[in-house]
């Protein structure tokens, strides 16, 4: 499977991004959830318009609830027909243009300095032609409009790279094209400042089948597996969380904020 059709299998719906979403919800150490941390570094006008660039199945709207102030306009896009017909996400802005639509960051349709912020988080990674979509979300952007694009580390989770390595599969986790450790220096051409902001947390994981959901989630990146493999896969993690009571997961995730 090549890479473009691995994504279009990946988020064909939010099945796979719901077991993720589910795991860190449970178990993250972190006092302050991800997305109010992330809300809290949002700065626009109170009838400001903020479109979202791979909003998956609107998690971020989801958890903010009754906080994201009823003046916003919203409009929620993906470029995954089923995350956007999804009816999680019905409820969070009305279907069409204006609202809730299918679209590719490399080509967005909308008109020049038509929103104060566009946000796009742990999507620019997954965007084949980066250059494109920073360009087009610069253009979107008003004069002094900013970009929030959380993204993740290198290392971001490395410990799950143990259970392909025991099993003698040859897979890595994905190189990220878009991380906090270069995320900077790809914006600062498109951007008058950028600013990067480190979320401290972790996981401590104490019960192996939402682990094991979590891998299997990730299966398209791990094309080939077979069901014995599989099964290897789940006794390695009830293995290792019998033997320590949890099993310690590093994460690596922050946020960009860059202005026009
Ligand atoms: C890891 S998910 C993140 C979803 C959501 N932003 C979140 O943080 O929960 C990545 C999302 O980006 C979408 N995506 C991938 N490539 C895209 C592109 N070129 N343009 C727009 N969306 C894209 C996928 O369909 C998927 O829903």
């Known amino acids: 499977m090549n890479e473009t059709n691995s994504l279009k299998e990946q988020y ?34 109170h009838d400001a318009r903020i479109l979202e660039l791979g909003c998956g199945t ?29 009816p999680d996400l019905s409820g969070l802005a009305p279907a069409g243009p204006s609202g809730l639509t299918q679209c590719d960051a490399q080509a967005i349709p909308f008109a020049d300095e038509s929103f104060d912020a566009v946000i796009a988080n742990h999507m620019l990674y997954h965007v084949p032609d980066s250059p494109s979509a920073l360009r087009e979300i610069r253009r979107v952007l008003i004069g002094g409009g900013r970009l929030y694009a959380a993204t993740n580390g290198a290392g971001h989770m490395h410990e799950l790279d143990q259970f392909a390595v025991a099993l003698g599969i040859d897979y890595r986790a994905p190189n990220l094209s878009f991380r906090l450790e270069n995320g900077a220096e790809l914006l600062a051409p498109y951007f008058q400042s950028v600013m990067r902001h480190d979320f ?26 077979s069901d014995e493999q599989l099964q290897r896969i789940r006794a390695l993690v009830c293995e290792r969380i019998a033997l320590e009571g949890a099993m310690r997961i590093t994460k690596e995730t922050g946020l960009f904020v860059a202005r026009k």
């Open 58 to 86: 609107g998690q971020l709207w989801r958890t903010l609830g009754a906080r994201v102030p009823r003046t916003w306009r919203l409009v929620l896009t993906d470029m995954s027909f089923g995350m956007v017909s999804s």
């Open 12 to 45: 064909r719906d939010g099945t796979n991004l719901e077991a993720r979403i589910a795991l860190h919800a449970r178990f993250s150490t972190a006092r302050q959830g991800f997305h109010q941390w992330l809300f809290a570094h949002i700065d626009v006008p």
């Open 200 to 225: 401290a947390d972790s996981l401590v994981v104490s019960e192996a089948q939402p682990l094991v959901a979590y891998i299997l989630s990730m299966r398209s990146a791990m094309t080939g597996l």
